[in-house]
């Protein structure tokens, strides 16, 4: 220590390095709990108080280091049991000196450091975040990787995801939906439309789209307002009222409370929903708008779109788009065009008000614009028109009812005048125009009522109105002729006349003063004419009028004059007629008289206002009993059947007809009572008593003998209780006392108890459970079997409600339902099938179940049909069926146009393979022998081929037999067929076999042109006799040449009649086919690249004489030489026999050469053919 200059006597100055004994001190120089001496033996720093084993404490830590940074001090982690030496374990209670570890315990991407310290940057104080929660953080804090795989929120995306997203962690509304990677438990419901977040995910919709979202998954309530299919109903309101709120057209009009963006047209007229809903002013809370539901609710100047309603609205026979198109009003009966009528007209207005209706008008062809178009007879409604189409001053509507002739002038009522007269007319021919005779208040239809003043015509009628022998005609124009001069005398006055001008018989038989007597008759008896009562009673000829007839005699009220003209006694004071009775002129005895013995005065019965001349009329309140006469007790005054003496024993009212005592009816009741209906049942009481029923009770009645109106009361009872009021049967033509017949819609008051215990239709449900179950009481076949709480009838037993061969009562043993056509067991049919069960498909297949039993199907196998009897729509079951196991859906081969009965039709893009069943794929749809499975599916590893395609083979999997159609088919179209061909594997060996092989012997000419004696078989052709047919033969003509050396395919398209076959010697025979060819021709082009093609030099025909052949290049320089040249062994092949600077053996460089041929020919001589060779 000395040396080292450290301090021998403080055992903690020293250099670790130097320590060379045993340390026996057991001082701790750094304060971390480990003395110095373990820590040298534990080979840790005994001046560092952060190297030690914390395994080694053995004294108190005093150092207030914080080893691992987590802001709690080693000796307090010690203290406490975490690891001072790992930043992650602490407690944090514990913490009390800054952190700066920038560990991320919790892995939330904030440091612990951050957590702990907290915006004041003091660890202790507790504004920091919890650092082991890693949902307890500021995620502005994040500056480390976030390594934890929580979901704070919930929302299904870690928070890690969130931060790197930039969404927030902590809101559950905030991510990103691609990012969700863990289940979501948010229930939150972030756009508001109903559907959690987490449903919304589930379902594959947008959650932060509120009008994305599945409807049956709403679970939360709708906080969104958005409007998504724009019918101005929110969504949350929609579905409120259970609306769909993806459909514009499915809304309640009451719900829109935002405005109407759709631009559909629900209801066709035109006029768009938004249009109909916002109305004029725009806002659709408002009441101005019209029906968007209602094709006759519209404004047709709002009219935007193209009508598709075709309804008539105004019912004028012109449909409302016509009506739009013309330009006239759809919703006013009377704008229309005539021409555009092509509708029935429902309307029943009279747009001329002439009284024919505008759709007979339309019927009879007149004119229903012109009032005075019309025929008379076709009135049928009120003429409103005002028009007098004849001018007779009287409208042709007062005329129709008056029942004159409204087109002929001199028809008309004269009181029904109330027009001006336009007719120049006088119908009655006395002088005046009915015109001027309407105006002066005369009749113009009476020759004899006119003023003379008003004559401006000439008289033509020959009448003689005064009856003084004079014609009207002579009176009127005097002597000088002219009826407008005041000479004549008065035609209207019997007494004003010239003797002299009598023309006529005297018709007159006045009477001036009025006593009987004629004025003639009185100035021949000398009695006084004004006097009424001075005449002579024998010389009455004439009505007595004038004062005689004023006088009363016998003071009963009465005129002589009017007793003697009512045939009563002028002297008799009870003897007269009331009617012309004037009270004020009776006498005293006669008003204390009691002319009809009824008990009460003449004088009270004036005042009651009943007649004292009847003693049926009367007022009980003024009658006297006791001053009745006999007579007046045996009558019956209200005629039913009961004396009056009787009634009043009874107390009821003698003369109320339906006031009395049956058991008191001792006479015959009166015929007008009889013809009463005292009970209002609308059977008079005479029919009642004939049926034996009670004329005093309302419902006690035959039916079918009612024959007068009913009383209100009674039309509005409803007597059998079978909830039809009495009027409403009537109308319907049922029975009001039969409780089991009447028209259920008509039902409009409550049933009773008795009426729901019964079983109209006798289908062994009760009235009231029907009515409870919503079906028909009267119908038998209509009724929940389930419901059945009475014994069916034995008609209802017998019945098959269903039609489908099983009675009621079969199908009620057998627990079938008797109502579902196709509920049934086959075995208990007993009746024919007919009805519901023919209509139905009971297994769905298209066909029904009639059309079934005729093809002789079974209707209820849903593949056992008639593809040509399908008529009605397939269902959903069949249409997932696959009847053929094709693997294509019996819907998809509909949609496809196959056959789904026929496994072999189908298209492939519709097939499902993994569907399709095991006899399918052991089939051969297109017969080459190969099972479809095996085409798709190559057990050879191969490329897959077309079942359906008997081309589309691979024939090394063919494991069955062909069929006769591939055998006889030629997929190669060569005229070989695939029999034929099938056998010969693959003549050439090129890897295409024969079947596919267009070129089967390689020889470079086709098949089908290997047949030379046109007989379309290439089979029979075998030019060199060797047994070999030529299209199999490589050396057709068995010269020793091949055909592909012999110029067969010079031009490269198999076919040797293009015109450029070789034949040298000109014999017509080409080369290939020809076994003496002895003419040599040189093919210059060489092309060695191996394809079969020019891949030497072709001489042909050289083989047949003794030859040199040599080829020099453009240098002249030698690079091949052979004697006896043969195209095969002996050939020239482009490459070098090293005579120039090409190595012997390597291929020549394209370029152009030059040959020479010498050759000895048939005759000896030498021939030599030189020129030039391009090699490529």
Do not use: H
């Not at 959650?207 to 709403?218: I, L, Q």
């Not at 509909?894 to 298209?907: F, K, L």
Request: hydrophobic share 25%.
């Amino acid at each position: 220590e000395i040396a080292a200059g450290t301090d021998p006597n403080d055992p903690c100055s020293y250099n670790v390095a130097d320590v060379t004994v045993v340390v026996t001190s057991t001082v701790d120089c750094d304060g971390d709990g480990v003395t110095d001496a373990d820590e040298i033996a534990a080979g840790t720093d005994p001046n560092d108080a952060c190297d030690y084993d914390p395994a080694s404490v053995t004294v108190t830590v005093t150092s207030t280091v914080d080893c691992d940074g987590d802001g709690v001090t080693d000796a307090d982690e010690i203290a406490a049991g975490t690891d001072p030496n790992d930043p992650c374990d602490y407690n944090v209670v514990d913490i009390t000196v800054p952190v700066t570890s920038i560990v991320d315990c919790d892995g939330d991407g904030v440091t612990d450091a951050d957590e702990i310290n907290g915006p004041d940057g003091n660890p202790t104080t507790a504004d920091g975040t919890d650092p082991n929660d890693p949902c307890d953080y500021d995620p502005s804090s994040v500056t480390v990787t976030v390594t934890s795989n929580v979901d704070c929120d919930g929302d299904g995306v870690t928070d890690a995801d969130e931060i790197a997203d930039g969404t927030d962690p902590n809101d559950a509304c905030s991510y990103t939906v691609g990012s969700v990677s863990v289940p979501v438990t948010s229930t939150v419901d972030c756009d508001g439309d109903g559907v959690t977040d987490a449903d919304e995910i589930a379902d594959g919709t947008d959650p932060n789209d509120a009008c994305s979202y599945t409807v049956g998954s709403v679970s939360v309530p709708v906080t969104s307002t958005v409007d998504c299919d724009g019918d101005g109903v929110t969504d949350a309101d929609e579905i409120a009222a259970g609306t769909d709120p993806n459909d514009p057209c499915d809304y309640n009009v009451i719900d829109i409370t935002v405005p109407v963006t759709s631009t559909v047209d629900c209801d066709g007229d035109g006029v768009t929903d938004a249009d109909e809903i916002n109305g004029p002013d725009g806002d659709p809370a408002t009441a101005d708008g019209t029906d968007p539901n209602d094709p006759c609710s519209y404004d047709p100047g709002s009219v935007t779109l193209a009508v598709t309603s075709t309804v008539d609205c105004d019912g004028d026979g012109v449909t409302d788009a016509d009506e739009i198109a013309d330009g006239t009003d759809p919703n006013d009966p009377c704008s229309y065009n005539v021409g555009s009528v092509s509708v029935s007209v429902t309307s029943i207005v009279d747009c001329d008000g002439d009284g024919v209706t505008d759709a007979d008008e339309i019927a009879a062809g007149t004119d229903p614009n012109d009032p005075c178009d019309y025929n008379v007879a076709d009135v049928t409604v009120q003429v409103t028109s005002t028009v007098d189409c004849d001018g007779d001053g009287v409208t042709d509507a007062d005329e129709i009812a008056d029942g004159t002739d409204p087109n002929d002038a001199c028809s008309y009522t004269v009181g029904s005048i109330s027009v001006a007269v336009t007719s120049t007319v006088d119908c009655d021919g006395d002088g005046v125009t009915d015109a001027d005779e309407i105006a002066a208040g005369t009749d113009p239809n009476d020759s004899c009522d006119y003023n003379v003043g008003d004559i401006t015509a000439p008289v033509t009628s020959v009448v003689d109105c005064d009856g003084d022998g004079v014609t009207d005609a002579d009176e009127i124009n005097g002597p000088d002729g002219d009826p407008t001069t005041p000479d004549g005398t008065n035609p209207n006055d019997p007494c004003s006349y010239d003797v002299g001008s009598i023309s006529v018989s005297v018709t007159s038989t006045v009477d001036c003063d009025g006593d009987g007597v004629t004025d003639a008759d009185e100035i021949t008896d000398g009695t006084d004419p004004q006097d009424p009562c001075d005449f002579n009673a024998a010389s009455v000829t004439v009505a007595q009028t004038g004062d005689y007839l004023a006088a009363d005699c016998d003071g009963d009220g009465i005129s002589n004059g009017d007793e003697l003209a009512q045939g009563t006694d002028p002297n008799d004071p009870c003897d007269y007629d009331a009617s012309a009775q004037n009270i004020n002129d009776v006498s005293t005895l006669w008003l204390g008289g009691d002319c009809d013995g009824d008990g009460v005065p003449n004088g009270t019965e004036i005042g009651d206002g009943t007649d004292p001349q009847d003693p049926c009329d009367f007022d009980v309140n003024s009658q006297v009993i006791a001053n009745v006469t006999s007579a007046w007790n045996s009558l019956d005054c209200d005629g039913d059947g009961v004396t009056n003496g009787d009634e009043v024993i009874d107390m009821t009212d003698p003369q109320d007809p339906c006031d009395y005592v049956l058991a008191s009816q001792t006479l015959t009741p009166s015929l007008a009572w009889e013809a009463l209906d005292c009970d209002g049942d609308g059977v008079s009481n005479g029919v009642e008593i004939i049926d034996g029923t009670d004329t005093q009770d309302p419902c006690d009645l035959m039916y079918t003998s009612q024959d007068t109106i009913p009383t209100t009361v009674w039309t509005n009872s409803d007597c059998d209780g079978d909830g039809v009021t009495n009027g409403d049967e009537v109308i319907d033509g049922t029975n009001p006392i039969d409780p089991c017949d009447f028209m259920l819609e008509n039902v409009t008051v409550p049933q009773t108890m008795a009426w729901e215990a019964l079983d109209c239709d006798g289908d062994g449900v009760s009235n009231g459970i029907e009515v409870v179950d919503g079906t028909d009481p009267l119908d038998q076949c209509d009724l929940n079997v389930s419901s059945q709480d009475l014994t069916p009838s034995a008609d209802w037993q017998l019945l098959d409600c269903d039609g489908d061969g099983v009675t009621n009562a079969d199908e009620v043993a057998d627990g079938t339902n008797p109502t579902d056509p196709c509920d049934f067991i086959v075995a208990s049919q007993t009746t024919t099938v007919g009805g519901d069960f023919n209509d139905a498909d009971c297994d769905g297949d298209g066909v029904t179940n009639g059309d079934e039993i005729i093809d002789g199907t079974d209707p209820n196998d849903p593949c056992d049909f008639m593809t040509a009897s399908q008529t009605v729509d397939t269902s959903d079951e069949y249409g997932q069926l696959d009847c053929d196991g094709d693997g294509v859906s019996n819907r998809q081969e509909e949609i496809d146009g196959t056959d789904p009965q026929d496994p072999c039709s189908y298209e492939a893009i519709s097939q499902d393979l993994v569907a399709a069943t095991g006899e399918w794929d052991n089939l051969d749809c297109d017969g080459d022998g190969v099972s479809n499975i095996d085409e798709l599916l190559p057990p050879n590893g191969g490329t897959p081929t077309d079942p359906q395609d008997p081309c589309n083979v691979d024939l090394d999997n063919q494991s069955m037999t062909p069929d006769q159609a591939w055998l006889d088919a030629d997929c190669d179209m060569d005229n070989v067929s695939n029999g034929d061909e099938l056998g010969q594997g693959d003549t050439d060996g090129d890897g295409i076999p024969d079947v596919f092989d267009i070129d089967d012997d390689g020889d470079g000419v086709a098949t089908i042109y290997e047949d030379y004696d046109g007989d379309n078989d290439p089979t029979n052709q075998d030019s060199d006799g060797d047994g070999i047919p030529d299209y199999l033969d490589v050396d057709d003509d068995g010269d020793g040449i091949d055909t592909i050396d012999e110029g067969a395919n010079p031009d490269g398209d198999l076919d040797p009649n293009s015109g450029d076959i070789s034949d040298i010697d000109n014999d017509g025979i080409p080369d290939y086919l020809d076994q003496d060819a002895r003419r040599v021709v040189v093919w210059n082009a060489l092309t060695p690249d191996g394809d079969n093609q020019n891949d030497f030099f072709l001489i042909q025909g050289i083989e047949n004489f003794d030859n040199t052949v040599s080829i020099f290049n453009r240098w002249g320089i030698e690079v091949f030489k052979t004697d006896n040249y043969n195209n095969t062994t002996r050939r020239f092949e482009g490459v070098s026999e090293g005579r120039s600077t090409i190595g012997q053996g390597d291929k020549l460089p394209t370029g152009t050469y030059y040959y020479v041929v010498e050759y000895i020919d048939d005759f000896g001589g030498v021939q030599q053919i030189a020129g030039y060779l391009y090699i490529r």
